[in-house]
């Protein structure tokens, strides 16, 4: 277990809906990084939060969102949903604004059908 | 960003060990080495990270040559569980990194 949290683990839903993803980071942990992994491809980095503010950005589409909340938990939005989107999430999260050391949570499957 | 470079995959037998290098010819003075292992549909798992020289956990080693433009890591005497993807990460001190993942090198381990 490595202390981070991801909800929910299985989620279907239909072309052109809206999801949130949850994230709670592991105890004291202030990064929070959201990467999104379709079938038999890599891991590609969305975008980087540390202590409630954005940090970095990588490929992440207009259509997606992130926040991190004051309590640290982040969030990654997903709207007008298309098969494409159909991968598995994760986050991580690090002690520190570098990273260093991260711990990924097992991660959202989405099903868009 | 320093890019890296690994082979995508590797062959090998259990109790053998394996090494696998990854390329970073662009490593910035403040990078660290870091390596990290994929199970199918499970998040990576931190393995093991470096500076320089040599470094050893209860896992793994990792070897850094002094112009740090490449690393290997080591497992030991892999075994079956050992299948998985490994990533070589290069990760920048300060804040604002991307930690990006590259392609990995996809171990399997066969009897």
């Known amino acids: 277990d490595s202390g981070v949290t991801q909800t929910p683990k299985h989620l279907i839903t239909a072309t052109g809906q809206r999801v949130t993803l949850r994230c709670s980071p592991r105890s004291g942990d202030l990064s929070v990084y959201w990467y999104q992994q379709s079938l038999d491809q890599g891991l590609q980095f969305l975008i980087q939060?540390?202590?409630?503010?954005?940090?970095a950005k990588g490929n992440i589409l207009e259509r997606f969102s992130a926040q991190q909340f004051p309590d640290l938990h982040s969030e990654l939005n997903l709207s007008s949903l298309e098969l494409g989107d159909s991968a598995l999430y994760f986050c991580?999260?690090?002690?520190?604004?570098?990273?260093?050391?991260?711990?990924f949570g097992q991660g959202t499957r989405l099903t868009v059908v | 960003l320093a890019k890296t470079t690994q082979p995508i995959s590797m062959d090998s037998y259990e109790g053998q060990e394996v090494n696998i290098t990854c390329s970073h010819n662009n490593i910035a003075t403040n990078d660290y080495i870091t390596w990290y292992q994929q199970f199918p549909s499970q998040g990576p798992r931190f393995i093991i990270q470096g500076y320089k020289t040599k470094v050893t956990n209860e896992v793994a080693s990792l070897f850094i040559p002094a112009d740090r433009k490449s690393s290997t890591l080591s497992l030991p005497r892999v075994s079956l569980s050992d299948t998985a993807v490994y990533y070589c990460?290069?990760?920048?001190?300060?804040?604002?990194?991307?930690?990006?993942f590259g392609t990995g090198t996809q171990l399997k381990v066969e009897l």
């Open positions: 991580a999260s690090t002690t520190s604004g570098s990273p260093t050391e991260a711990f």
């Open positions: 990460l290069v990760v920048g001190a300060g804040g604002g990194n991307k930690l990006t």
């Open positions: 939060y540390y202590n409630g503010e954005e940090r």
